[in-house]
Antibody
C-alpha cells in the first residue's frame, strides 16, 4: 500500500526558510514522478514542483529560484527546500506521486506552512 | 499556458440527484491529459478520473468523465452523502501542471 507522510511544516517569518519532507512507503521514490502541490487557506490547488524519475526538476513560476525539490533515495524521502518565504507561500503543502507524468495518483495528508511575523 | 475554468462555482443538489460539472480549457489540447480529483473537507485530494474518462482504482462507477477539445465533464450519476465535496480538474502539458479553481457540490 502506498503511503506518503509529510513533515516539516510550521510557522516561519517572512524571508525565512523551511525544509519539508515526505516519507514514502509502498514504492520507491526514484522510480516515480514525485510532486508538491499546495493549497492556500480557503483556496484551490496549485502545482508547485515535480521531480522526474530521471532526476529532472520543474517548478511553478511563483516559486522558481526560491524552492528546490530533491529526493533521498536511501531514505525513500522527498524534500522541498523553501527559501525567501513570503506570506503568499502560506498553504498546506501536499506530497503526491504517480507512475504517469500526467496526473497524481496518491497524496499525503499535507503539512501546513505559515509565513508570518 | 492552458487555463482551466470550472463551472458552476457551487452546485446545490440533493442526495440521489445527478451532478454535472464542467471544465473548460482556454485552448484545445490533443492528448487525453485531463484528470479529476475530489477533495472532502479537511482531507487531501483523491484522484477520481484520469485520461479524461478512466476511473482510478477503487472509484465507484457512478463517477464518469467525458469530453474532448476544450470541454470536459465530470458526471456523478446519483449523489451519495460522501460525494458532497469540492472537485478539481487538472491538465498536463510540457512539464506544466494546472488545476481548475474547483466546483463545490453542496447539499441542497
Amino acid at each position: 500500500e502506498v503511503q506518503l507522510v509529510e513533515s516539516g511544516g510550521g510557522l516561519v517569518q517572512p524571508g525565512g526558510s523551511l525544509r519539508l519532507s515526505c516519507a514514502a512507503s509502498g514504492f520507491t521514490v526514484f522510480r516515480n514522478y514525485m510532486t508538491w502541490v499546495r493549497q492556500a487557506p480557503g483556496k484551490g490547488l496549485e502545482w508547485v514542483s515535480t521531480i522526474y524519475s530521471g532526476g529532472s526538476t520543474y517548478y511553478a513560476d511563483s516559486v522558481k529560484g526560491r524552492f528546490t525539490i530533491s529526493r533521498d533515495n536511501s531514505k525513500n524521502t522527498l524534500h522541498l527546500q523553501m527559501n525567501n518565504l513570503s506570506a503568499e507561500d502560506t498553504a498546506v503543502y501536499y506530497c503526491a506521486e504517480g507512475l504517469h507524468i500526467v496526473y497524481f495518483e496518491n497524496w499525503g495528508q499535507g503539512t501546513l506552512v505559515t509565513v508570518s511575523s | 499556458e492552458i487555463v482551466l475554468t470550472q463551472s458552476p462555482g457551487t452546485l446545490s443538489l440533493s442526495p440521489g440527484e445527478r451532478a454535472t460539472l464542467s471544465c473548460r480549457a482556454s485552448q484545445t489540447f490533443d492528448y487525453t491529459y485531463l484528470a479529476w480529483y475530489q477533495q472532502r473537507p479537511g482531507q487531501a485530494p483523491r484522484l477520481l478520473i484520469h485520461d479524461v474518462s478512466r476511473r482510478a482504482t477503487g472509484i465507484p462507477d457512478r463517477f464518469s468523465g467525458s469530453g474532448s477539445g476544450t470541454d470536459f465533464t465530470l458526471t456523478i450519476s446519483r449523489l451519495e452523502p460522501e460525494d458532497f465535496a469540492v472537485y478539481y480538474c487538472q491538465h498536463y502539458d510540457n512539464s506544466l501542471w494546472t488545476f481548475g479553481q474547483g466546483t463545490k457540490v453542496e447539499i441542497k
